[in-house]
């Protein structure tokens, strides 16, 4: 293949994975950031103390972070197919993604709560604080840079979880690999689409490494 031929299929598949990555880590966050202030909350030592809820969410968790994306994908076609209609392509992709990045995400967000000084959290509540405005006053914005930096690590997981998508007909780069490159045996072809993820998970490691650190630089220029 001549570069004319193969500029726009790059083009359009960097932008359907980018489609998939941004939509599955914005539902990823959405749903992944509760349930992790949920399982510290939940906890033994929490202000919500409940085992069985803590258990049931741990559990969900847990066998959702167990299972390869491919098998989850294919296993959750007919919701997919249920929920926007097809089960191919990139927006059909963002289905088993997101389901399979929230898990991921949360497990991040209870590391990052765990981690907050639990004087923080003691002194909040000694100003008559309840559980929910500790959670919006101290846990989440002292967790903040923890957050960011699991949040970058999800979107990358999200990004190989595209490329694996694209064995199924998820769209995006992954499918320009197995359809050009090794259908065809287009060798070149398949590296520019590795080249192309290279610069993408880059970009996004370089701009939450950077977020990470303009946090950081705050919050100890207010303590």
């Given at each position: 293949?001549?570069?004319?031929?193969?500029?726009?299929?790059?083009?359009?598949?960097?932008?359907?994975?980018?489609?998939?990555?941004?939509?599955?880590?914005?539902?990823?966050?959405?749903?992944?950031?509760?349930?992790?202030?949920?399982?510290?909350?939940?906890?033994?030592?929490?202000?919500?103390?409940?085992?069985?809820?803590?258990?049931?969410?741990?559990v969900?968790?847990?066998?959702?972070?167990?299972?390869?994306?491919?098998?989850?994908?294919?296993?959750?076609?007919?919701?997919?197919?249920?929920?926007?209609?097809?089960?191919?392509?990139?927006?059909?992709?963002?289905?088993?993604?997101?389901?399979?990045?929230?898990?991921?995400?949360?497990?991040?967000?209870e590391t990052?709560?765990?981690?907050?000084?639990?004087?923080?959290?003691?002194?909040?509540?000694a100003?008559?604080?309840?559980?929910?405005?500790?959670?919006?006053?101290?846990?989440?914005?002292?967790?903040?840079?923890?957050?960011?930096?699991?949040?970058?690590?999800?979107?990358?997981?999200?990004?190989?979880?595209?490329a694996?998508?694209?064995?199924?007909?998820?769209?995006?780069?992954?499918?320009?690999?197995?359809?050009?490159?090794?259908?065809?045996?287009?060798?070149?072809?398949?590296?520019?689409?590795?080249?192309?993820l290279?610069?993408?998970?880059?970009?996004?490691?370089?701009?939450?490494?950077?977020?990470?650190?303009?946090?950081?630089?705050?919050?100890?220029?207010?303590?």
């Amino acid at each position: 293949m001549t570069w004319a031929e193969m500029q726009p299929l790059l083009e359009q598949g960097t932008i359907d994975t980018l489609y998939m990555t941004g939509w599955s880590s914005l539902i990823a966050v959405l749903g992944g950031l509760p349930l992790g202030v949920l399982l510290v909350l939940t906890d033994r030592s929490g202000p919500l103390r409940n085992v069985v809820v803590n258990r049931a969410i741990g559990v969900v968790v847990n066998v959702g972070r167990s299972l390869p994306f491919i098998i989850l994908m294919v296993a959750l076609i007919p919701v997919t197919r249920s929920l926007v209609g097809t089960a191919i392509g990139p927006t059909a992709a963002i289905v088993p993604l997101a389901i399979g990045a929230i898990p991921f995400f949360a497990r991040l967000v209870e590391t990052a709560v765990r981690e907050v000084d639990h004087g923080l959290v003691e002194a909040g509540q000694a100003m008559g604080g309840g559980t929910w405005t500790i959670v919006l006053k101290v846990l989440l914005p002292q967790a903040l840079p923890s957050l960011v930096a699991g949040l970058t690590t999800t979107v990358i997981a999200v990004v190989g979880y595209s490329a694996m998508a694209g064995a199924v007909g998820g769209g995006g780069l992954g499918t320009l690999a197995l359809t050009y490159g090794y259908q065809r045996f287009e060798t070149g072809f398949t590296l520019l689409t590795v080249v192309v993820l290279i610069v993408i998970v880059t970009a996004i490691q370089l701009l939450g490494d950077g977020v990470v650190r303009l946090l950081s630089r705050r919050e100890r220029a207010t303590t």
